[in-house]
Nanobody, 127 residues
Framework: QVQLVESGGGLVQAGGSLRLSCAAS????????MGWFRQAPGKEREFVAA????????YYADSVKGRFTISRDNGKNTVYLQMNSLKPEDTAVYYC????????????????????WGQGTQVTVSS
């Protein structure tokens, strides 16, 4: 069973940047589209970004488009989320996730599209 471990969260001022990482424990990493979600206190978990298993296509929520960039290194079994121009409303626990099926398209924004989740990493943006 795959294990996903996020890192890179922390406290940053508005306008700052953070880079999250998510390392997967299995060699089949390169066969799965990967996603990032976030959950703020009292809110539902929401989609942030996804990257195709090939790394050639990505997909973003409107709220982060132009500020966040998802990428992956299949040789390192790792997916990244570069977050720039952070806003207080970006404050949340961020989770990486792996899709249920192999070799899917990148347009996977529903929680039910994903079967494996990391433990989450806290991102706090101060105003």
């Amino acid at each position: 069973q795959v294990q996903l471990v996020e890192s890179g969260g922390g406290l940053v001022q508005a306008g700052g940047s953070l880079r999250l990482s998510c390392a997967a424990s299995v060699d089949t990493f390169s066969l799965y589209t990967m996603g990032w979600f976030r959950q703020a206190p009292g809110k539902e978990r929401e989609f942030v970004a996804a990257i195709h298993w090939s790394g050639r296509r990505d997909y973003y929520a409107d709220s982060v488009k132009g500020r966040f960039t998802i990428s992956r290194d299949n040789g390192k079994n790792t997916v990244y989320l570069q977050m720039n121009s952070l806003k207080p409303e970006d404050t949340a626990v961020y989770y990486c996730a792996r899709t249920k099926e192999r070799l899917t398209d990148v347009y996977r924004s529903r929680i039910t599209d994903y079967a494996a989740w990391g433990q989450g990493t806290q991102v706090t943006v101060s105003s």
